[in-house]
């Protein structure tokens, strides 16, 4: 049985740090694209960022570039999200989900997704 589970997710001031850990279990993640999203209450979920199998081919919607930064430790079966300057906008359920490729992300189609892990940003 694959899982995806997500943690780091926290109460932060605005302008703090955070970084989320996605781990997999009954899945290697070093052959798949790894993605974050969120959804906050009442938002439709919108993409975060995304890697490829490799870490080299990655994307951030501009909201947070600059900002956050999604790495991978393939060893681990780990990605993470470094969250860097956060805004009150940044407060959402944070997602991970799994896919073949990063095409797939992009239109949010996944292979198996994660519970979420919850981000408050106070200002």
């Known amino acids: 049985q694959v899982q995806l589970v997500e943690s780091g997710g926290r109460l932060v001031q605005a302008g703090g740090s955070l970084s989320l850990s996605c781990a997999a279990s009954?899945?290697?993640?070093?052959?798949?694209?790894v993605g974050w999203y969120r959804q906050a209450p009442g938002k439709l979920r919108e993409i975060v960022s995304i890697?490829?199998?490799?870490?080299?081919?990655?994307y951030y919607t501009e909201s947070v570039k600059g900002r956050f930064t999604i790495s991978r430790n393939n060893a681990k079966n780990a990605v993470y999200l470094q969250m860097d300057s956060l805004k009150p906008e940044d407060a959402a359920k944070y997602y991970c989900?799994?896919?073949?490729?990063?095409?797939?992300?992009?239109?949010?189609?996944?292979?198996?997704w994660g519970q979420g892990t919850q981000i408050t940003v106070s200002s």
């Open positions: 890697t490829d199998w490799s870490g080299s081919d990655v």
């Open positions: 989900a799994d896919a073949p490729d990063t095409n797939k992300l992009r239109v949010s189609v996944a292979d198996y």
């Open positions: 009954g899945r290697t993640l070093n052959s798949y694209a």
